[in-house]
Structures are given as C-alpha cells and as structure tokens.
C-alpha cells in the first residue's frame, strides 16, 4: 500500500513539477546559449589569438582573378594564424566600399583591397585610418594624393608590363627584317579605370610613341573578359582588314579575339597573319605560346596572398615595411617555354 501511495505521490510530482523543472531547464540553457553566441562570434580572434583579415576582392572576371583569390585563401588559414572575412564586390567599386566600411564595424585587425579602379578612394580609407586599421593594397593601385592613406601594396608593376610587351615588339620586328615597315596594331584594353589597364596602355605607348611606323589604329575597353574581348575583336575586324598587331590586356580577352580572328578567316600566331601580345601568363594561354598561336605572354604574377601575409608579419612584429612591393614577372615566347614550366602553372 506504502509503494503503491508513494508510486501516486511520484506521478503527482512528475505531472505537476516535472515539466516545470523542465521547462526551466530548457529555458535555462536557450538563454545560457542565446549569451554564448552573441559573445562567441565578435571575439573568435581574441579567444584564438587570430589575426583578422578583412578581404576586399574587386571581382571573378578571369583566371588570373581566380588564382589570386585562391592565393589569398591559401594565405589567410587558420592554421596560419589568420581568421579570413572575404567578399567578392563583382566588379562594382560602391560594392567593395561597402564591404571596407562592414571590415571597419567589425574592428578587423587588416583590410586588403584589390581596388577595380583607381580613383574615389580617399574617403574610405580615411575612415579606415581613423579607426586605426591598416590597410594593404593587393594587385591593382589607387590614385590617392595623400599616400598615408594606406599602409603598403603588394602588386604587380604594371607600366613595366606595357613597357615589356612594346620592346618585345620592337625586337620581333627587327629580327624580321620588318623595323621600317607600316604596323597597324590594336589595343584590347582590360576594365576602364583599373590601374592595370592604365599601366599597361602607358608602358606600350611609351614605346609605341618612339615608333613613327607603328599605327595604333584603336583602342577600346573589352573589361578583362573572353566575351568582351571577342566582341571588340570582332568590332575591330569589322572595321579594319588590316590588322598586323593585337595587344590584349588580358590573356582572357585573347582567347575571346582568337576565336574571333578565326571566325573571321584570318589567322594568329607565329606563323599567322596577325601577331599576338597578351598578358598574365595562365596555364592555357601559356600552352598556346608553345604551340605558337599566341607570340607572347608577358606574365603577371596572381600569387599575392603569401607576400600580403609577409607584410602583416612584419607590421605585427612592430617593423618597417616598404610602400612597395612587385611579385617577379617573366615574358614567354614559343622559344623559353617549357613542358615543365606549363606544367606547374597552378592557373
Ligand atoms: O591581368 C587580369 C585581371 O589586375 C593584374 O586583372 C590584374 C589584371 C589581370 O582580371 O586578368
């Protein structure tokens, strides 16, 4: 009888208290989490002593993009004692704006912009230099008069690379007996405003202005891409039937006007009709300079992450650091490349 009051007495307390102790519990726990998470998302760096990245990537346009996104992700791991917050602006410089402006909200420690093109930026890194936060320029410069406003760039030299291509030019002719002659060239220009595009226009012009012989018949924007260059590719043969020369700012954009060139009935290459200058230097184009379909590729070196990386070291060790620095680049004819060469092409 005593057991069977008792077992009454249990099912009374767990009708009536059980669930109210229960509830308790959960609601407990709900709110115990709830505080867990609001804290645990803001101080990831400080509870792991990381470093945090703030990542400004001006877009996907090419294969050289990718593989320096890529870099940059290969760059800023944990392991490597980095926490990475990217963003990809898809090519709108009110996008990576944004995104600057989210980096300061959230006090990162560093912000790395690729800037798609060169000018209004002032206001942005100011804003940045006011919260304290330094900030790193990969690939791509800014025209800024006030150079304090960003701490050190990590890029590529992009006059040089104009440059490059136009004393190639200058060296392929006279070996073909060809200095003297009339040579009709067209410029496939990358994004408008972006400083790769500007520095690669400047250097070739340097050079192609010391050339009375050499006709820049036109020069266009073709935004970096294989469909814009073969559009411009396919306007500029439309126009003129007398192209020598083709100098795309991309190797991209020269996979697009190849193939407009081709559908066009001419033909490219060291034994072709048109000559053909491209830059970046990735894996396919690189396996077209063997072949001989592309004459030459001045490279640009997407690898950028592990320099920026260095960069951050030295600051966080209290150390100077240059405002400059360039990745090494090469030029690639159907004469220095290699099988092996290709083959570690990572891009
Ligand atoms: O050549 C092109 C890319 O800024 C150097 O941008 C970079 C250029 C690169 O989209 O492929």
């Excluded at 998470?37 to 990381?50: M, T, V």
């Excluded at 944004?98 to 060169?118: C, T």
């Excluded at 030299?157 to 002659?181: C, I, N, P, Q």
């Excluded at 411009?232 to 190849?258: P, R, W």
Aim: hydrophobic residues 40%.
């Amino acid at each position: 009888m005593k057991k069977y009051m008792a077992n009454v007495h249990m099912s009374r307390i767990t009708m009536v208290l059980l669930p109210a102790i229960l509830f308790m519990m959960v609601m407990m726990g709900w709110g115990f989490g709830l505080l867990t998470n609001i804290e645990e998302e803001p101080y990831i760096s400080e509870e792991d002593n990381l470093i945090v990245v703030g990542v400004s990537q001006l877009g996907s346009e090419s294969g050289w993009r990718t593989a320096n996104t890529e870099s940059v992700q290969k760059a800023f791991t944990k392991q490597n004692g980095y926490f990475l917050i990217f963003n990809n602006a898809r090519q709108k410089q009110e996008n990576q704006i944004k995104a600057i402006r989210n980096f300061i909200a959230q006090r990162v420690d560093y912000i790395v912009l690729a800037p798609v093109v060169e000018s209004g930026w002032e206001t942005v890194l100011q804003e940045a230099k006011d919260a304290g936060i330094p900030v790193i320029m990969m690939d791509r410069s800014v025209d800024v008069a006030d150079q304090s406003l960003y701490t050190a760039l990590v890029g590529t030299d992009s006059v040089e690379e104009g440059r490059k291509a136009g004393r190639w030019l200058e060296e392929y002719l006279a070996k073909k007996g060809k200095s003297d002659e009339d040579i009709n060239i067209v410029v496939l220009k990358g994004t408008e405003g972006a400083s790769a595009q500007i520095g690669r226009t400047v250097g070739f012009s340097v050079v192609a202005g010391e050339h009375d012989n050499w006709n820049i018949l036109e020069q266009e924007y073709a935004d970096f891409t294989i469909y814009k260059g073969k559009e411009v590719m396919s306007e500029f043969l439309e126009k003129y039937d007398d192209i020598d020369v083709v100098v795309s700012q991309n190797d991209d954009m020269t996979f697009g006007a190849i193939e407009a060139i081709r559908e066009s009935g001419k033909t490219v290459g060291v034994n072709g009709e048109i000559t053909i200058i491209s830059f970046d230097a990735v894996h396919d184009a690189l396996e077209m300079v063997a072949e001989g379909t592309i004459n030459v590729d001045i490279e640009c070196n997407p690898h950028q992450g592990e320099y920026i990386s260095d960069v951050i070291r030295l600051l966080e060790s209290g150390q100077e650091v240059e405002k400059r620095y360039y990745v090494e680049e090469d030029i690639f004819t159907m004469e220095n490349v290699t099988q092996d060469i290709i083959n570690g092409r990572d891009y």
